[in-house]
């Protein structure tokens, strides 16, 4: 044995051939954590001590390589000063740059996921082989910073600038196929020959049959690009990494930049310039926001898996209600691979239904995602019905029927009699009470919600909602099947609009308010997209459908009248009463028409204008500020008090709950990270600026004796 660590071993496989294996003891992965880090430079330090040391092969003893660097230690890495945070990174490049620097050629296994610094320790070896199963990239962007163990420096030196620049500034993951296309890997083989076919290579160099001095001093010198190539490269690059990138993501636009500065310059130069701009990135309020998104993300997973556990295997699933969402949840099931049995009580509905399904997987056989054979048994394991034959097999199933809580009632009471006693029953409902729903059963238990967003297959997320008597094994059960489906499930205590629908009404009253008070719903659009909204609260109205969000607001309404009735028309009631129902039925607050490929165009409208200026009724001067501030404090206000009264788990559960059922943008983090970045105390007095609008702008009494104690909800 060369060296003995906890997080990795050397030791000699053969004469002169040491592997060194990443094996970090008590994880399931490998990641670059402060240990791995410190026992890397040790290892290589006694690998360089070895005088009869002629190769190493890097390996990794768990499923994936390395997954790339600890994010839970980030949080206070990030928290020192500038001068300390160089000083880790300078000593953390040091050890990589050691390792590169060993006398001997060095060949890395890629076995599985190589991201971030696991990719950035492929970097520093001289040859990579890749395994067919694996993936690598360098995805530090997602996280608002850029690499910081050397791949801005190595990665372009290795497959040019302009393919570096994509890789680093989009944070994609690097299938095999491409990496080697690319020359980010030199060889991919079937994961059974990987090890045998690295140390073949391996061998080959200790031969002398390839020249890994050359490869080195290649990585380590300035890219080889005259000033002329290397400024039309980048000029060109930067332009369309900016482009993608957007105005509120600086860390793809300054990795770029990095590569920029760093092409001429030597490995030692170069990666100073790293250094520099990981720094200023890091410091950005989005790498903050990025990060306790991820982590949050990690916290939600975790806490889904935990109610999971007890949950069993969903071998079969149902779903009452053949439109648009029933067909879109039954092929995600079909999909995922959990079968599913859809009925409706009319044939043009399982048709609508199967449509539906068959479009989604359509599209993904057009774009080489899926086989035509695979298609067709996904479309096979989804079983329409117009009769209840058969339901006495599914584990789970799933309600979609009209959002009108009679009709529920009765379909939720007729299907219980038609199930086992052991079959759980979960509503898709997106805002009536579970518990009043419950009433109509006589195993109230066996009961829940199951609220899925529209488009069912491109938004991740799934409310579950337990009722007053919902037990924890259909909740497990039901959050299991969500896992299945490839969703990510929070679990929500029973209150009107349980907690995604809750928070956005308010913001839709925020909405009416400011037309009432003379705002161009176009320019508040406009400026909330600016936000970083995904679309306007106009646009989105008309997305949802004006019907849907106006039943949706008097159920609000009746739950909370307090802060959700409102003494006044406002344009949203009087769209909906002038059967103005958005993309539906082609206008609402803009009009519709087919483009080219048959997809609804937004037009401005002359009658919805008209509309909106009848609305009004003051002549507010309204700054860009004050759009937003009025738009975003009642969503704010109203999530912090699904926190105060236990409807969600935790502040996690919350702001992760928005970034994935409404696109709130990722780059500030949810609904209380925005709070926590502005400070408790800043956000008591920006509502305070506009108490005047009543009660959905007055800061909880918890909000304020968080300012007054200086108290954050993220830690």
């Keep these: 044995m060369i060296y003995q660590g906890k997080a990795l071993t050397a030791k000699y496989l053969e004469d002169g051939i040491a592997e060194l294996c990443f094996d970090l003891e008590g994880d399931s992965v490998n990641k670059f954590n402060r240990l791995t880090l410190q026992e890397l430079g040790e290892a290589t330090a006694a690998l360089a001590a070895e005088a009869g040391l002629k190769g190493v092969l890097v390996?990794?003893?768990?499923?994936?390589?390395?997954?790339?660097?600890?994010?839970t230690e980030f949080t206070e890495l990030f928290k020192?000063?500038?001068?300390?945070?160089?000083?880790?990174?300078?000593?953390?490049n040091d050890v990589f740059n050691g390792f590169e620097d060993l006398p001997v050629p060095t060949v890395v296994a890629i076995n599985g996921v190589a991201l971030g610094g696991g990719f950035e320790m492929c970097l520093a070896c001289d040859f990579r082989v890749m395994s067919s199963a694996a993936i690598v990239g360098l995805p530090e962007v997602k996280l608002g910073i850029n690499p910081g163990f050397g791949g801005t420096v190595r990665l372009p030196r290795l497959i040019g600038c302009d393919n570096a620049m994509m890789w680093v500034a989009t944070g994609n993951h690097q299938k095999p196929d491409a990496a080697l296309k690319d020359g980010g890997v030199d060889a991919v083989v079937a994961p059974e020959q990987l090890k045998d076919a690295a140390l073949d290579l391996l061998k080959g160099t200790i031969a002398g049959d390839f020249d890994y001095k050359a490869r080195r001093t290649e990585k380590t010198s300035p890219v080889k690009l005259n000033d002329i190539e290397r400024m039309m490269s980048f000029t060109t690059g930067k332009a369309m990494v900016a482009q993608q990138a957007g105005r509120h993501m600086p860390a793809p636009l300054t990795a770029a930049k990095s590569m920029e500065r760093n092409a001429g310059l030597s490995r030692a130069e170069a990666i100073e310039v790293e250094i520099d701009h990981f720094i200023k990135?890091?410091?950005?309020?989005?790498?903050?926001?990025?990060?306790?998104?991820?982590?949050?993300?990690?916290?939600?997973?975790?806490a889904a898996r935990g109610f999971a556990k007890t949950g069993g295997d969903v071998k079969q699933a149902a779903v009452l209600g053949a439109g648009i969402m029933g067909g879109g949840i039954a092929y995600q099931s079909a999909y995922k691979g959990t079968p599913i049995l859809m009925k409706d009580i009319a044939e043009a509905g399982i048709e609508l239904g199967m449509k539906e399904a068959?479009?989604?997987?359509?599209?993904?056989?057009?774009?080489g995602r899926m086989t035509a054979d695979k298609m067709s048994a996904v479309l096979n394991s989804i079983r329409p019905s117009l009769t209840y034959d058969g339901f006495d097999k599914p584990d789970v199933i799933v309600e979609a029927v009209v959002e009108n809580a009679k009709v529920k009632r009765a379909v939720l009471a007729e299907t219980e009699k038609h199930i086992r006693n052991d079959a759980v029953l979960a509503s898709n409902t997106s805002t009536i009470s579970i518990t009043h729903l419950a009433e109509a059963l006589e195993r109230p238990e066996n009961f829940c919600g199951m609220h899925f967003f529209n488009p069912v297959h491109a938004m991740p997320l799934v409310e579950v909602i337990r009722g007053a008597k919902t037990s924890d094994s259909t909740v497990a059960k039901v959050v299991k099947y969500a896992l299945q489906m490839g969703k990510t499930p929070i679990v929500v205590n029973d209150c009107p609009g349980f907690y995604v629908n809750r928070v956005l009404f308010p913001y839709f009253a925020g909405f009416d308010m400011l037309i009432r008070d003379g705002a161009d719903f176009r320019k508040v659009d406009k400026v909330m997209e600016g936000f970083g909204m995904p679309m306007g609260p106009a646009y989105l109205m008309d997305v949802v459908g004006i019907d849907t969000g106006y039943h949706a607001a008097e159920v609000m309404a009746e739950g909370f009248p307090d802060r959700m009735r409102h003494d006044f028309t406002g344009i949203s009631q009087m769209m909906f009463e002038a059967k103005r129902y958005g993309q539906k039925n082609g206008i609402g607050f803009y009009r519709y028409e087919e483009d080219k490929k048959g997809k609804p165009k937004k037009c401005e409208d002359d009658t919805a204008l008209a509309m909106a200026a009848k609305a009004k009724q003051a002549s507010v001067e309204?700054?860009?500020?004050?759009i937003q501030a009025r738009m975003m404090i009642p969503m704010c206000i109203e999530t912090v008090r699904c926190i105060d009264e236990g409807i969600l788990r935790d502040p996690a559960d919350a702001d992760m709950g928005l970034v994935m059922g409404i696109g709130f943008p990722v780059f500030r983090g949810?609904?209380?990270?925005?709070?926590d970045q502005m400070g408790v105390k800043a956000f008591c007095e920006m509502a305070d600026r506009y108490a005047d609008l009543g009660a959905l702008y007055q800061p909880t009494e918890s909000l304020r004796k968080m300012a007054a104690n200086g108290e954050t909800f993220f830690k």
Excluded: M, N
């Design 281 to 302: 990135l890091v410091r950005t309020p989005q790498s903050a926001a990025l990060v306790g998104l991820f982590l949050s993300e990690q916290a939600v997973s975790k």
């Design 670 to 675: 949810g609904a209380l990270r925005y709070i």
């Design 622 to 626: 309204l700054s860009d500020e004050d």
């Design 358 to 367: 068959g479009k989604l997987l359509a599209k993904r056989v057009s774009r």
């Design 80 to 92: 020192l000063p500038d001068a300390d945070l160089r000083s880790w990174a300078v000593q953390a």
């Design 59 to 71: 390996t990794s003893g768990k499923s994936v390589f390395i997954v790339g660097a600890d994010i």
